[in-house]
T-cell receptor, first 117, second 111 residues
């Protein structure tokens, strides 16, 4: 089974709908991230969480919210979806390690392709 | 503001040649730099990490250099193969916050 899973893998929705994207991991990592990817713009950080009680905004958090339900679960919500939120969304995890530094590699999920009509 | 630049144009090379990809950054003082590979529609996969006190790092056919004076990292794939065709992302970071990625360079290796 995959270490980082995302559900759903594909979603088409309408403007104004509330959407939740879910991420689960079995790697035992304490850090989790949500990114979106648009053609030509690369990966942009939406939110990240360094542990269950820690939530931080990334560079493009407007219009999004997150919930860290457990160490293994990190959900991304679009309260009222709009067409420019159409993108490929990735969840990622990383481990603090014994040193507590941030340079550990990130492990990505397979992505959720979201289309907002 | 912090900026990461990777060549947005695709790099086309012949099989067997060395591919060289460039990552430039501004307004960063990264303690390390990571490189990832991404195939279409899939999540990025970690390849290599180099620290600021390392000039060069190798892994099989991959070589990464890191010049903190030039604010640049070069990523080389020697004896390239069609299977190396993908988009390669760099991610410099200070070690104090989440990673920020460049937009990537697409490599196409022709047989």
């Amino acid at each position: 089974d995959a270490d980082v899973t995302q559900t759903p893998r594909n979603r088409i929705t309408k403007t104004g709908k509330r959407i939740m994207l879910e991420c689960s991991q079995t790697k035992g990592h304490d850090r989790m991230y949500w990114y979106r990817q648009d053609p030509g713009l690369g990966l942009r950080l939406i939110y990240y969480s360094f542990d269950v009680k820690d939530i931080n905004k990334g560079e493009i958090s407007d219009g999004y919210s997150v919930s860290r339900q457990a160490q293994a679960k990190f959900s991304l919500s679009l309260e009222s979806a709009i067409p420019n939120q159409t993108a490929l969304y990735f969840c990622a995890t990383s481990d603090t390690g014994t040193s507590g530094l941030l340079y550990n590699e990130q492990f990505f999920g397979p992505g959720t392709r979201l289309t907002v009509l | 503001s912090q900026k990461i630049e990777q060549n947005s144009e695709a790099l086309n090379i012949q099989e067997g040649k060395t591919a060289t990809l460039t990552c430039n950054y501004t307004n960063y003082s990264p303690a390390y730099l990571q490189w990832y590979r991404q195939d279409p529609g899939r999540g990025p996969v970690f390849l290599l990490l180099i620290r600021e006190n390392e000039k060069e790092k190798r892994k099989e056919r991959l070589k990464v250099t890191f010049d903190t004076t030039l604010k640049q990292s070069l990523f080389h794939i020697t004896a390239s193969q069609p299977a190396d065709s993908a988009t390669y992302l760099c991610a410099p970071d200070t070690g104090r916050r989440a990673l920020t990625f460049g937009s990537g360079t697409r490599l196409q290796v022709q047989p």
